[in-house]
C-alpha cells in the first residue's frame, strides 16, 4: 500500500530560527515528489518538485532534498518569518498515467513565533 | 495564465440539504479536474475525478456526486448532507496531455459545515 508519513506532526520555532520537516514514503513505482505549503483555510501551493534523479531543489528560503534510495525527502526553512506558519504536505507520486497516482501525507503543522 | 475558481469560500448547511460546490478552470482547455476532502489532521482524499466533460470517476463510495456539465467546469453535489459531509473541499487541476504528476494546481477551498 502506498503511504507518505511526515513528521514531526507539528512544530513551533521562533521567528529566523531554521527548520527541517521530514517526509518518508512507501510508493512504488516512483515518479515524484512535491511539497506543498497550505495556509489555513486555503489549498495548497506547490513549492517545490523533484523527480527520480533530483537530490536538491530550492524556492527562496525553502530547499528540499530527497533520496530515493531510502524513500526519504526533508524540506528545510532558512531564516524563517511569521509567514511561514502553515500546513507543509509531502505528495509523492506513482507513474503509473493514473489519476490515483498521488498520495498525500497529513502535513506538518508548523507555527512561527515572533 | 491558468487559474482556477472555487466557490463559495465557506457554507454552513442543514443536514439533510442538498449541496452544489463549483469550481472553474480558466486559461487552459480540458483540463483533468479532480475534487479532494480534507478531514483535520488528515492527508487529501481524492473524491472524483475526471479527463473530459462528462467523464466522471468516483474513488470512494459515499454521499456526493460530481458533474462536468462544460470543459473547464466540475461541480460537486449532494442531494442530502449529512453530518459527516463536513470538511475542507478542494478543487484542483493538472495539464492536460501530460502525466497527471505535473501542473497539478489547487483551488482555495470550501469550508463545509453540515449542522
Known amino acids: 500500500k502506498n503511504q507518505v508519513e511526515q513528521s514531526p506532526q507539528s512544530l513551533i520555532i521562533l521567528e529566523g530560527k531554521n527548520c527541517t520537516l521530514q517526509?518518508?514514503?512507501?510508493?512504488?513505482?516512483?515518479?515524484?515528489l512535491r511539497w506543498y505549503k497550505q495556509d489555513t483555510g486555503r489549498g495548497p501551493v506547490s513549492l517545490t518538485i523533484m523527480t527520480f534523479s533530483e537530490n536538491t531543489k530550492s524556492n527562496g528560503r525553502y530547499t528540499a532534498t530527497l533520496d530515493a534510495d531510502t524513500k526519504q525527502s526533508s524540506l528545510h526553512i532558512t531564516a524563517s518569518q511569521l509567514s511561514d506558519s502553515a500546513s507543509y504536505i509531502c505528495v509523492v507520486s506513482v507513474s503509473s498515467g493514473s489519476a490515483r497516482q498521488l498520495t498525500f501525507g497529513s502535513g506538518t503543522q508548523l507555527t512561527v513565533l515572533p | 495564465s491558468q487559474t482556477i475558481h472555487q466557490w463559495p469560500a465557506t457554507l454552513v448547511q442543514p443536514v439533510g440539504s442538498p449541496l452544489s460546490l463549483e469550481c472553474t478552470v480558466e486559461?487552459?482547455?480540458?483540463?483533468?479536474l479532480y475534487w479532494y476532502r480534507q478531514a483535520a489532521g488528515r492527508g487529501l482524499q481524492l473524491l472524483f475525478y475526471s479527463v473530459g466533460i462528462g467523464q466522471i470517476s468516483s474513488e470512494v463510495p459515499q454521499n456526493l456526486s460530481a458533474s462536468r456539465p462544460q470543459d473547464r467546469q466540475f461541480i460537486l453535489s449532494s442531494k442530502k448532507l449529512l453530518l459527516s459531509d463536513s470538511g475542507f473541499y478542494l478543487c484542483?487541476?493538472?495539464?492536460?496531455?501530460?502525466?497527471?504528476?505535473?501542473?497539478?494546481?489547487f483551488g482555495s477551498g470550501t469550508r463545509l459545515t453540515v449542522v
Open positions: 484542483a487541476w493538472s495539464v492536460p496531455g501530460r502525466r497527471l504528476s505535473y501542473g497539478y494546481t
Open positions: 486559461g487552459t482547455s480540458n483540463p483533468n
Open positions: 517526509c518518508n514514503y512507501t510508493v512504488s513505482p516512483f515518479s515524484n
